[in-house]
């Protein structure tokens, strides 16, 4: 008797029953129906799916997937995930964190699942506030911004997330906004493939205590000035189709050119295998600059942390067999209490 074929997930079946609680008008809507939409694609049961947050608007996440999740504490979902990882290899492992929980109690943890190259993918919603505690600045957060926590403007320097992942060794590094969807959801799809670790920074909308951060990429005359979609192998262009502009690299300072003004073997071409250029790339900003959206770098040859840490596992029982935890504890020198 033949088994019946296995049915195709939709978006719903990634639907949890629970009441999705953001406020009303938040960009997290967006990015949670686009990773609900984009996991069918995946291909795989959703038993073998978890979602891992830290604290904060971002981390109530792991509640409306329908999958397995776990809402850790504040910045240290990195951790717990690793230790899944290296528990149950076989998992499909997202961390979903914001530029609050993830970049500053909890820098250090993302710091090390990614210059280990952990086999998780890390969501990282950046509204450069802090918004489930009421409009504090953030480490993303602009400098001289007047918030709660900053009256006066800020006089810290932002945090690049995609700066920061690049610098620290992320193989997979890209960036996307809340409101382009179908970009979104294929730059999930990239992520969520690699092996090893992938970032993926969402400019992300918090209506409440930063609204229209991002307008730059909002607003429709801007954004056709300013948004810089990156592909490997093409030429780094944008603009308006009357009016196009590139990026040259003099040395490794970036310069702004009418590409009917140059010779195109003279434009900047994006290459996604080298870290030295993306890095230039994530710091780009606007006025002087357009943003750079899309896959940054793609590394796909660097050793993966758990496949590694499997295989020494796998070499010390090939060599001394099975673990005796009695012989351990009773090995050296022991006492016996009476």
């Known amino acids: 008797m033949s088994e019946s074929p296995v ?40 038993e073998n799916i978890v979602f891992i947050s830290g604290i904060g608007c971002s981390s109530r996440f792991p509640y409306y997937m329908n999958t397995y999740g776990f809402h850790t504490i504040h910045g240290r979902a990195p951790g717990v995930a690793t230790g899944l990882k290296m528990a149950r290899p076989e998992l499909k492992i997202f961390i979903v964190t914001g530029d609050g929980d993830g970049l500053s109690i909890g820098g250090n943890h993302l710091l090390h699942v990614l210059r280990r190259n952990v086999d998780v993918t890390i969501l990282l919603f950046n509204n450069k506030i802090y918004g489930l505690t009421k409009g504090q600045y953030s480490p993303t957060s602009e400098l001289g911004k007047v918030t709660k926590s900053t009256p006066a403007g800020s006089t810290d320097r932002p945090v690049s997330p995609c700066g920061f992942a690049l610098a620290v060794g992320a193989t ?8 382009l969807i179908p970009h979104m959801e294929e730059t999930l799809k990239r992520a969520a493939r690699h092996k090893g670790a992938a970032f993926v920074e969402i400019l992300q909308n918090c209506n409440v205590y930063n609204d229209l951060a991002w307008n730059v990429l909002y607003d429709r005359e801007s954004r056709v000035q300013t948004e810089l979609r990156v592909e490997h192998g093409k030429p780094l262009v944008f603009g308006p189709a009357d009016d196009r502009r590139g990026l040259v690299l003099e040395g490794t300072k970036p310069r702004v050119v009418k590409v009917s003004e140059v010779p195109e073997d003279r434009l900047w071409v994006h290459d996604e295998t080298d870290r030295a250029t993306a890095t230039i790339l994530a710091q780009l900003w606007a006025p002087e600059y357009p943003v750079a959206l899309g896959t940054l770098v793609n590394q796909t040859t660097e050793p993966i942390y758990d496949a590694m840490v499997m295989a020494q596992e796998q070499k010390a029982l090939a060599d001394r067999g099975p673990g005796d935890i009695a012989k351990l504890l009773n090995s050296g020198e022991t006492w016996v209490i009476k």
Do not use: H, N
Request: charged letters at 30%.
């Open 7 to 46: 049915a195709k997930l939709t978006k719903k079946d990634f639907e949890s029953d629970q009441d999705v609680r953001w406020c009303p008008g938040c960009g997290d809507y967006a990015i949670l129906s686009a990773v609900q939409k984009t996991m069918p694609d995946l291909g795989i049961p959703r």
């Open 172 to 179: 997979f590094v890209a960036r996307t906004v809340d409101r």
